[in-house]
């Protein structure tokens, strides 16, 4: 018998005992499970009062940490909501199950359980107010949680003395209060003006410039912090009204860093490490967790949230969670280094990943000859991200904020976070940290292999697997796997290599797998678009590759055409990919139609085509926006 089903089971013979007693005249209190409530918050960094912020107005969870403990190493394994949401629900990387791409819709192996259905078997109640985005197919939220909406809470349980584990979304910090006049006017309404910022006595990090305009967009971070940290004192008072406080293990925490630009969809600090603080009662703390006032700086990443959950409710850990536990009875074995990913962000490709220990953050930039700054829709529309476009056009951005303007990425940024908290001087090439990055490379090389990342394979590519295999988890779970994964890692590095490296990747347009073609193609057209001469069979090669089984070879033959000055057959192939069955292959047709500018002309008709009856909102976005170049126009779409 699990020690759950056991545990519960007991729990059950207790309370009968206890009526008993009752009965008899007898009063004595049973242990029981815990229950536990999570407070959860969107796009917000440790902008607190408990975490050092001396202009942080944060009352209530600062006295839930005086009252507790604060962690302060926790990071996301995202910097965006849904990827980073789908490991927490999990406890694997996104990486791993497919979900990794913002606001893609992948099948989980039937035997991955999100783990409230853990805990509802085991005898909880589990509600959920009221956020999900986990990115995964499920028919109904009522798979996973007993309630799920915007009236989910413990209080609707209809046995009082059933444990529950509740969790409370609070929307109001998204990037979009920031951006949007209407929602900051909305969620800080009842803020009494002691509460209010100034925002010029504020402190802007050094990729930023110092402008108004960006003070103001600070200021609002800071406010609706305030105005999520009254919230979050409310739900604590119900907890105290329903006399559970001493009962309930509290946790509260981000689902990624600040909602501005060089911070959301990051995976620097600014992107990735969130306030995280926990309250333990003291009749259920194990081995002093918890303590009050305490601070715990051991390394913990958003997919441990899940296996900790599981262990304090004294549940079994499934084999095959690639999160740790790190409070509660049973304990994994700490972490050496946090890792994580960004994948397509939007409307945007661009493939990156980091390991963090407590000190040093080493970043692999997949996609090194993409811009920091990709044009994306959304943060394109705030006020910071704004200016920044405005200043740069003027020449006035300071060299912090100018450095994310660089035509390209390096391929690999080393950061001492001791000295350099907000990571704007990169080390990856100083003699003096040569082993350092010889051995962050090493780890993260190795974390690709046994995590089996997919973020190598084209989206459109994994779509058509998936199909094929029932599961994107089981992509690289295949024979050959391993293998595959480490050629990909090979060739997508060549492919921003140069011209040197055309023979292998000549060499990889034969091999067998697709994904492998797709990175031949890729640095065949980024050796094109940088202006070097090819010899004059490559360009047969190229179109060769134009009638290749997969659309994602295609499309990027395509995009080495036009770069080698051959659009015509280029152009004919991306605008059918445009209209495709593959909906992500219809947006790397897009995406590489923005790209050639001005050689996309003839596709005019096809990208206004692509306005209309997309499968999903970022082929319309990135069709706007070529349109937008080519015409002069200044469309907006949602």
């Not at 028919?139 to 969790?167: C, L, M």
């Not at 305030?226 to 925490?253: C, H, P, R, V």
């Not at 930039?365 to 704004?386: F, H, R, S, V």
Request: aromatic share 8%; net charge neutral.
């Amino acid at each position: 018998m699990k020690r759950s089903t056991l545990f519960i089971a007991i729990y059950a013979l207790c309370l009968s005992s206890v009526a008993l007693a009752k009965e008899g005249g007898q009063n004595f209190s049973v242990a029981k499970p815990p229950n536990i409530l999570w407070i959860s918050a969107e796009d917000i960094s440790p902008h607190f009062g408990c975490f050092d912020d001396a202009r942080a107005i944060t009352p209530h969870i600062d006295r839930l940490a005086k009252e507790g403990a604060r962690f302060t190493n926790v990071y996301t394994s995202a910097g965006v909501c849904a990827p980073c949401r789908s490991g927490i629900i999990t406890g694997l990387y996104q990486t791993s199950i497919g979900t990794h791409h913002m606001r893609c819709n992948a099948t989980l192996p039937e035997f991955l359980k999100p783990f409230p259905i853990y805990l509802r078997e085991a005898g909880y109640f589990c509600t959920n107010n009221s956020k999900t985005d986990y990115q995964f197919k499920i028919p109904s939220a009522k798979e996973i949680w007993d309630e799920s909406g915007g009236k989910a809470h413990w209080r609707n349980r209809t046995k009082k003395n059933q444990p529950f584990f509740a969790v409370f979304n609070f929307t109001g910090c998204h990037e979009s209060g920031i951006a949007s006049e209407s929602k900051y006017a909305s969620v800080t309404k009842d803020l009494p003006e002691r509460h209010r910022q100034d925002p010029k006595k504020l402190t802007l990090p050094p990729y930023y410039p110092d402008t108004p305009v960006v003070r103001e967009d600070w200021k609002r971070n800071y406010e609706l912090i305030t105005a999520m940290d009254a919230w979050a004192g409310d739900l604590i008072a119900q907890l105290k009204e329903d006399g559970l406080y001493e009962n309930t293990i509290i946790m509260f925490w981000s689902d990624h860093g600040v909602g501005l630009p060089r911070a959301k969809r990051w995976l620097y600090d600014s992107g990735t490490r969130i306030p995280f603080v926990t309250r333990i009662p003291e009749k259920l703390r194990v081995k002093q967790q918890g303590k009050p006032g305490s601070t715990d700086d051991q390394l913990v990443s958003s997919i441990d949230f899940a296996p900790t959950v599981l262990n304090l409710a004294g549940i079994d850990l499934p084999d095959y969670m690639q999160g740790r536990a790190f409070l509660g009875e049973h304990l994994s074995d700490s972490r050496a280094y946090i890792y994580g990913a960004r994948d397509r962000m939007d409307e945007r490709y661009d493939i990156i990943r980091s390991v963090r220990d407590k000190r040093f953050r080493y970043i692999r930039n997949y996609e090194p000859l993409k811009t920091y700054y990709q044009y994306m829709n959304t943060p394109e529309k705030g006020a910071t991200m704004q200016e920044i476009r405005r200043l740069a056009d003027a020449g006035k951005l300071p060299p912090g904020a100018a450095l994310f303007l660089a035509d390209r990425k390096p391929v690999e940024e080393l950061y001492d976070l001791r000295e350099d908290p907000h990571e704007v001087h990169n080390l990856a090439d100083d003699p003096r940290h040569a082993k350092r990055v010889e051995k962050m490379r090493a780890v993260h090389l190795q974390w690709v292999q046994d995590t089996k990342d997919l973020g190598l394979i084209p989206e459109a590519e994994i779509g058509i697997r998936e199909q094929q295999l029932s599961s994107r988890y089981a992509i690289l779970r295949q024979p050959g796997g391993d293998a595959l994964n480490a050629h990909l890692g090979r060739v997508a590095a060549r492919a921003s290599e140069g011209p040197g490296a055309l023979p292998e990747l000549i060499e990889s347009l034969r091999q067998e797998d697709p994904a492998v073609r797709y990175w031949a193609a890729t640095g065949v057209g980024n050796i094109a678009a940088g202006g070097y001469d090819v010899p004059k069979t490559v360009p047969p090669l190229m179109k060769d590759a134009l009638e290749d089984e997969s659309p994602s070879v295609r499309i990027a033959a395509a995009r080495a055409l036009c770069h080698l000055g051959s659009p015509g057959q280029a152009l004919a192939t991306l605008q059918r990919e445009l209209e495709g069955e593959q909906e992500w292959a219809r947006l790397q047709a897009a995406i590489v139609l923005d790209e050639i500018e001005e050689m996309a002309r003839p596709a005019i008709d096809a990208l206004r085509q692509g306005l209309e009856d997309q499968p999903n909102k970022y082929i319309v976005r990135v069709c706007n926006r070529a349109l937008n170049d080519l015409l002069g126009a200044e469309n907006t779409v949602p």
